[in-house]
T-cell receptor
Framework: DTGVSQDPRHKITKRGQNVTFRCDPI?????LYWYRQTLGQGPEFLTY????????KSRLLSDRFSAERPKGSFSTLEIQRTEQGDSAMYLC????????????FGEGSRLTVL | AQSVTQLGSHVSVSEGALVLLRCNYS??????LFWYVQYPNQGLQLLLK??????LVKGINGFEAEFKKSETSFHLTKPSAHMSDAAEYFC????????????FGKGTMLLVSP
């Protein structure tokens, strides 16, 4: 039984570069979420997919951020023209069909923008 | 709208002492409530959840929490702390319907001394 996997676990980049993170959810989960966590804060919601449809986006998701889930399986989160304020842990989570219930989180992808 | 307040960014206890981590929530609809634990450089792991069944919820590692609607609280307790409990703990709330996203508190770091 594999959990949610994220890649890469760590990414160091220079300001202005583009970065992409990948998330593979638990295979039978059709709902996928991205959160961002900065030091000393709880996770903050970024966006949500049900199958391949992106159903909700937070105001935190600026135009430089884009997320996709092309076939309703894995998802990617791309950040264009990174800024130092983008440094954070990016967490992916998934959940099966059905009301309520917990999210199953991956280990996260830590981004450091120099 | 929903929100979570966790009182105390840090809580220190001695090994064997009672652990009490406080969480108060605000929700315009009946909530689901969750406690997650996060170890350094890892994702979030579910400790326990309240989904409108029993108000006293037991979780993993000896933790439990009680839903008190009148006090809008969902405090986490453990009778006897272990060194391995040292971690960051997050309370989260979601509406009890649909795909609803979880809203997290800022977290409480639990420090356990020998």
């Amino acid at each position: 039984d594999t959990g949610v996997s994220q890649d890469p676990r760590h990414k160091i980049t220079k300001r202005g570069q583009n970065v992409t993170f990948r998330c593979d959810p638990i295979s039978e989960h059709n709902r996928l979420y991205w959160y961002r966590q900065t030091l000393g804060q709880g996770p903050e919601f970024l966006t949500y997919f049900q199958n391949e449809a992106q159903l909700e986006k937070s105001r935190l998701l600026s135009d430089r951020f884009s997320a996709e889930r092309p076939k309703g399986s894995f998802s990617t989160l791309e950040i264009q023209r990174t800024e130092q304020g983008d440094s954070a842990m990016y967490l992916c989570a998934s959940r099966p069909q059905g009301e309520g219930g917990e999210l199953f989180f991956g280990e996260g992808s830590r981004l450091t923008v120099l | 709208a929903q929100s979570v307040t966790q009182l105390g960014s840090h809580v220190s206890v001695s090994e064997g002492a009672l652990v009490l981590l406080r969480c108060n929530y605000s929700s315009s609809v009946p909530p689901y409530l969750f406690w997650y634990v996060q170890y350094p450089n890892q994702g979030l792991q579910l400790l326990l959840k309240y989904t409108s069944a029993a108000t006293l919820v037991k979780g993993i590692n000896g933790f439990e929490a009680e839903f008190k609607k009148s006090e809008t609280s969902f405090h986490l307790t453990k009778p006897s702390a272990h060194m391995s409990d040292a971690a960051e703990y997050f309370c989260a709330v979601s509406p009890n319907s649909g795909y609803s996203t979880l809203t997290f508190g800022k977290g409480t770091m639990l420090l356990v001394s020998p």
